[in-house]
Structures are given as structure tokens and as C-alpha cells.
Antibody
Framework: EVQLVDSGGGLVQPGGSLRLSCAAS????????MSWVRQAPGKGLEWVAN????????YYVDSVMGRFTVSRDNAKNSLYLQMNSLRAEDTAVYYC??????????WGQGTLVTVSS | SYELTQPPSVSVSPGQTARITCSGD??????AFWYQQKPGQAPVVVIY???ERPSGIPERFSGSSSGTTVTLTISGVQAEDEADYYC????????????FGGGTKLTVL
């Protein structure tokens, strides 16, 4: 059974940093693109970043470019999102998701990031 | 930046047909995907590659495509279908950026 478990969320002050993790199991992690998708409270879904199977390509939404870094460790079946210079508008539930032919076919349960002083 | 446009809300009575549209200039070139999200839960894909239905998704869910618009159709709507629905696709400019529509709240009256 495919499982994605998100962790690392919490309360952080504006300008601070946080590292999210996603632990994958039940599939060959190194065979798939992976993404981070976020959802601000009461708002819609927003794709944040993705990373190729071997980590050689990474893409970001404009609003996080230069502040967030997506990475993966295929030996540990894990996906990461390093978030720096956090802003109030980054407050959201962050989901990791597996990509299959452009589709997010499996999602983590999400982890809440709150940026507030 | 590339955008997908959905109506904010759709309301139907049980047993009726709900149609949710999603418009975007790149949709003739890129596949669209549809997700259902219920409160407090992660999204679930209900349609992929414009018209394909994943295993385990009821047959009443179907997808279609025409030009710059894709449509999610739910035939014989049931109370359990009340949820937010999002379309998703990608920019066709070669940047491989993913985009979601703003979401549609389906209310079953």
C-alpha cells in the first residue's frame, strides 16, 4: 500500500526557517517525480515545487523561488522541503504528493505550517 | 502566469447531474486532472488525463474535453459527493509548472 507521511510543520516567526519531511513507503520511491502542494486556511490548492526521480530537475512556483528548496534522499525514501525567509502568506497545510504522468495519484496527510509572531 | 478558471460553486439536488467546468488556454495541449477534497482530508484524484477514471472511483464520475474547456460530470449526484473539486494541469510553455484551478464547491441540496 502506498503511504506518504508528512511531518515537520509547526509555528515559526516571520523570517524564520522550517524543514518539512515526507516519508514514502509501499512503492519504488526513486521511480517517481514528487511534489509539494499547499493549502492556505480556507483557500484552494497551490502547487509549490517538484523534483525529478533522481533529483536532477527541480521546479518552483514563483512565490517561493529563492526561499524554498526541494530535495530528496532516495536511499531513505524521503522528500524534503527547506523553507527559509518564511512569510505570513506561507501559512498553510503542506502536502507531499506522488506524481504519475502529471497526476498527483497519492497524497500525504498534510502538515500545518503557521508563520506568525 | 498561467491560470485555470472554475466556477466558485455549483448546486444540485440529489439524483441530478452536476457539471463543473475548468477553462485554460493550454488545455488543448495538456491533460487535465480532477480532484475531490472533503473537509479535513487530502485531495483524491477522480479523473485523470481528461477522461480516465481511476479504479475505485464510482462510474457516475466522468470527464470530457472540448477546446480550452474540460468538464467534470457527476451523474446521479449523491449526498456524499458534496465536496470541493479542483482541476489541475500544466503550463504548455515548456516550463513544466503545475497549476490548479481555484476550486468549485459542490453543494447537494
Amino acid at each position: 500500500e502506498v503511504q506518504l507521511v508528512d511531518s515537520g510543520g509547526g509555528l515559526v516567526q516571520p523570517g524564520g526557517s522550517l524543514r518539512l519531511s515526507c516519508a514514502a513507503s509501499g512503492f519504488i520511491f526513486s521511480n517517481y517525480w514528487m511534489s509539494w502542494v499547499r493549502q492556505a486556511p480556507g483557500k484552494g490548492l497551490e502547487w509549490v515545487a517538484n523534483i525529478k526521480e533522481d533529483g536532477s530537475e527541480k521546479y518552483y512556483v514563483d512565490s517561493v523561488m529563492g526561499r524554498f528548496t526541494v530535495s530528496r534522499d532516495n536511499a531513505k525514501n524521503s522528500l524534503y522541503l527547506q523553507m527559509n525567509s518564511l512569510r505570513a502568506e506561507d501559512t498553510a497545510v503542506y502536502y507531499c504528493a506522488r506524481e504519475r504522468s502529471g497526476c498527483f495519484d497519492h497524497w500525504g496527510q498534510g502538515t500545518l505550517v503557521t508563520v506568525s509572531s | 502566469s498561467y491560470e485555470l478558471t472554475q466556477p466558485p460553486s455549483v448546486s444540485v439536488s440529489p439524483g441530478q447531474t452536476a457539471r463543473i467546468t475548468c477553462s485554460g488556454d493550454a488545455l488543448p495541449k495538456q491533460f487535465a486532472f480532477w480532484y475531490q477534497q472533503k473537509p479535513g482530508q487530502a485531495p483524491v484524484v477522480v479523473i485523470y488525463k481528461d477522461t480516465e477514471r481511476p479504479s475505485g472511483i464510482p462510474e457516475r464520475f466522468s470527464g470530457s474535453s472540448s477546446g480550452t474547456t474540460v468538464t467534470l460530470t457527476i451523474s446521479g449526484v449523491q449526498a456524499e459527493d458534496e465536496a470541493d473539486y479542483y482541476c489541475q494541469s500544466a503550463d504548455s510553455s515548456g516550463t513544466y509548472l503545475v497549476v490548479f484551478g481555484g476550486g468549485t464547491k459542490l453543494t447537494v441540496l
